[in-house]
């Protein structure tokens, strides 16, 4: 997330209650999760082991939970829960807007687009021209929709990032991360019915030009999908994925968090994808292997019967 206006990092101190180590002149221009920070961005870091790769990132303005030289040229917010911290600053520069109709006034509607009865369209949303919303479809806040988009009913998009931090010694464990990301759909996309498509914790999830979503399908959050994607129903993929172009994922594929489908990969129904795998290849089975070896070791394993019952007849 980009601020409106640049933020002092004197300012973001006070306003956490960390200490500022480094530069302390800089300005802040955004939020952002590690793998997404560009120059001028907050990120955080409460674990050690990654420190090295906070720090060494992108990112401008760190906060973190432990006193450690400063690399040149960033600024470091010192806090003992920086988890906390930066979830404060998420509900400060983007608070919850409460509804007031069912397609705000401040949403953007591009000609000839067509919003469907029962449909939701909230703060700050922006459509393009030439699309369909179909009934009862849910897009939150600052949602961004090309040209040509199709959506079908039941559909949600922009729904809050499945993230939480675990606090073993409280009661309730579960502390959430909010999510002040967004979903971006880009041109002469078609989303199918009773699809979720979560927003960014803090950057964009992002549906590439021409792809093809079926019914029942779940996009997490940070994920990316290139351009010209086939999806068919009940496919899941997990938090900041990377889909690369023209992938095709039949049904109830499942994808883990965290890797990179190569371009034009083809991976068969109800396969499971747990790191990421090459383009240009079929895939089959959990986790997935080439579709060719899967078939043929699938074939040895029915065989399994006929070979020991010829072994114990000597």
């Known amino acids: ?8 990092v004197q300012w973001l101190a006070e306003f956490t209650g ?11 221009t955004g939020i952002n999760e590690i793998h997404k920070v560009t120059a001028g961005d907050i990120s955080f870091v409460d674990f050690e082991k990654y420190y090295n790769a906070c720090l060494t990132s992108a990112a401008t303005i760190i906060i973190i939970n432990k006193q450690v030289d400063c690399p ?10 920086p988890f906390s911290a930066y979830v404060k ?6 608070p919850f807007e409460p ?7 401040s949403a953007i509607i591009g000609e000839d687009t067509h919003i469907q009865p029962g449909a939701f369209v909230g703060n700050h949303v922006r459509i393009g021209k030439n699309c369909l919303i179909h009934p009862n479809v849910t897009i939150y806040d600052h949602t961004v929709i090309g040209d040509n988009v199709i959506i ?32 971006v759909i880009e041109d002469d996309v078609e989303i199918g019915a009773g699809c979720t498509i979560d927003k960014g914790v803090s950057g964009d999830t992002i549906i590439g030009k021409g792809s093809k979503l079926d019914n029942h399908i779940h996009i997490g959050h940070g994920a990316v999908i290139g351009k010209n994607a086939l999806f068919a129903a009940q496919v899941g993929i997990g938090g900041k994925a990377i889909i690369e172009d023209e992938v095709i994922l039949w ?3 499942g994808v883990s968090k965290d890797l990179t489908i190569g371009k034009g990969a083809v991976i068969y129904a109800q396969s499971g994808v747990a790191s990421s795998i090459e383009g240009g290849k079929i895939y089959f089975g959990s986790p997935v292997e080439d579709a060719k070896t899967k078939m043929k070791e699938l074939n040895w394993i029915k065989r399994i019967p006929e070979m020991w019952e010829k072994l114990m007849k000597g």
Do not use: I
């Open 1 to 8: 997330m980009k601020f409106d206006k640049a933020v002092p």
């Open 18 to 28: 960390a200490t500022l180590v480094g530069n302390t002149q800089q300005e802040a």
């Open 72 to 81: 040149g040229g960033k600024t470091l917010l010192v806090h003992p829960d």
């Open 89 to 94: 600053l998420v509900k400060h520069f983007r």
């Open 99 to 105: 509804a007031t109709k069912m397609v705000s006034d």
């Open 152 to 183: 079908h009913a039941n559909t949600v998009l922009g729904a809050d990032a499945f993230y939480f931090k675990r606090r073993k010694e409280r009661e309730v464990q579960y502390d959430k991360m909010l999510s002040c990301g967004r979903v």
């Open 251 to 253: 049904g109830q594929v």
